[in-house]
């Protein structure tokens, strides 16, 4: 569903296979490799028509601007036990409602400072690490 690169080992997403992809999941590993998916860059998913978001345990850093104009974005998942970096604007323009990320988790309270309306989002801290979690029919991480 998604596009990516690799740099001295990481990989670093990029932006959208198909322009038609409304829930997206980046996975802890590339599908059938043991190569952590470690940094969404910049811009990756700039306006485009993402509803839903799962991050995977192994993103450390958000780029800059990454889901920004994703007007239709609605809820985001992390699944990882600490928040990755985040660069400035990252959620901007977004209309999150839901924000879930995995019980004991540390580091995900700066996200009032990135998404507008935090303090109204739904939060779910009931993802617990390592649990399957099934966003679509679909789509499924493991």
Do not use: M, W
Not at 20 to 43: A, C, M, S, Y
Not at 46 to 54: D, F
Not at 115 to 124: A, H, L, R, V
């Amino acid at each position: 569903d998604y596009t990516y690169t690799e740099r001295g080992g990481n990989v670093i997403v990029t932006g959208l296979a198909n322009a038609n992809v409304t829930e997206l999941v980046i996975h802890d590993f590339l599908p059938g490799t043991t190569k952590p998916i470690t940094e969404i860059r910049e811009q990756a998913f700039k306006g485009k028509n993402l509803t839903s978001v799962v991050i995977g345990n192994n993103v450390t850093k958000i780029g800059k601007q990454a889901f920004q104009n994703c007007n239709r974005l609605t809820s985001i998942t992390f699944l990882g036990e600490n928040a990755p970096d985040f660069g400035n604007n990252v959620f901007t323009n977004a209309n999150i409602t839901s924000v879930n990320v995995p019980i004991g988790s540390t580091g995900y309270d700066i996200l009032s400072g990135y998404i507008p309306n935090y303090n109204s989002c739904t939060k779910n801290y009931q993802i617990k690490q390592g649990e399957t979690y099934t966003l679509s029919s679909s789509l499924v991480v493991e």
